[in-house]
């Protein structure tokens, strides 16, 4: 009865077969020093999957920043908290370890590819021409446009007038020019220089209160290519007021291709700042400032 007495009863098992929960991993040395890793999960049909992996672990020694291997010594924390140093199986997935060798000729494979590229563009543009005829647009000849023959002496299929300057079709004057007609265009705009009453006034500009003075304007020469248009005003605006910052940059990088214009509204501004920024250290480079000159 001693016996009977101290054997558990099946009654008193707590544990049930839950279909909800999943069994724990279970982590299994072999002989061989492998490690055969059984995990659950559920696929999508919503059934329990068991999967069995089998790792070997190899350890690799090398010498790494005093730094780096500090940081690996200190303790995990978060969810990682407690857990022993190295990767946990749990919340880790060991990928697959990809070597990149790149090849010598990369650089002339690369081209090759381009090159093949450009090559199939150019036969099917060509493909797409093949049956279309070029046409002009003055004459109606089969040639570009630019080269007819023509096109000094005609205007284009579809449009009145050849641009006579107002010569009648026998060859005599029409007469003064109706104001607001000029030439043999349908348009009623007349140049400001055109009208009547221009007199000294004709091919004035017309300028604001800080209309751009070609005489007070710098160009800035040496730039780095990283330059703003914001810092070279910081740095031009201590000589006098800045009307205008032009900055050339390159389409395509963004960047500056190295030379400015400054605009000053004084030209004894304009003279000072020519004087104290010339040589002046920006960007590791030293700028060079002269007046521009007046385009002719």
């Not at 023959?149 to 006579?164: H, L, Q, R, S």
């Not at 004057?173 to 000294?200: C, I, M, N, Q, W």
Request: charged content about 35%.
């Amino acid at each position: 009865m001693s016996k009977l007495a101290n054997r558990a009863d099946w009654a008193d098992d707590e544990e049930f077969d839950d279909p909800s929960s999943l069994p724990q991993q279970t982590v299994t040395t072999n002989k061989d020093g492998t490690k055969t890793i059984t995990s659950y999960r559920f696929n999508e049909d919503g059934k329990r999957v068991k999967t069995t992996r089998r790792i070997r672990t190899t350890v690799i020694q090398k010498k790494v920043n005093p730094q780096v291997a500090a940081r690996q010594s200190w303790p995990k924390f978060g969810l990682e908290k407690g857990h022993p140093r190295g990767p946990s199986l749990d919340t880790t997935t060991v990928g697959e370890n990809i070597i990149f060798r790149p090849s010598v000729t990369w650089k002339r494979d690369g081209k090759d590819a381009a090159g093949k590229k450009e090559e199939g563009a150019e036969e099917s543009m060509r493909d797409k021409l093949k049956d279309k005829k070029v046409r002009c647009r003055i004459c109606d000849g089969e040639h570009f446009t630019a080269r007819c023959p023509f096109k000094d002496t005609m205007a284009p299929v579809g449009e009145d007038g050849a641009g006579g300057g107002g010569m009648g079709p026998g060859g005599d004057d029409d007469g003064p020019t109706k104001e607001g007609g000029l030439g043999a265009g349908g348009s009623s705009y007349v140049p400001p220089h055109l009208r009547k009453g221009a007199g000294a006034s004709a091919g004035e500009r017309m300028g604001g209160k800080y209309e751009r003075d070609d005489l007070a304007t710098l160009r800035v020469t040496n730039v780095s290519e990283f330059a703003e248009e914001q810092d070279l005003r910081e740095i031009f605006e201590r000589f006098g007021r800045v009307t205008r910052v032009f900055l050339a940059k390159d389409r395509e990088t963004g960047r500056a291709k190295g030379f400015a214009f400054i605009s000053f509204q004084e030209r004894s501004d304009a003279a000072k700042a020519c004087e104290k920024i010339d040589g002046y250290g920006y960007g590791h480079l030293i700028l060079r400032v002269e007046f521009a000159k007046r385009a002719t």
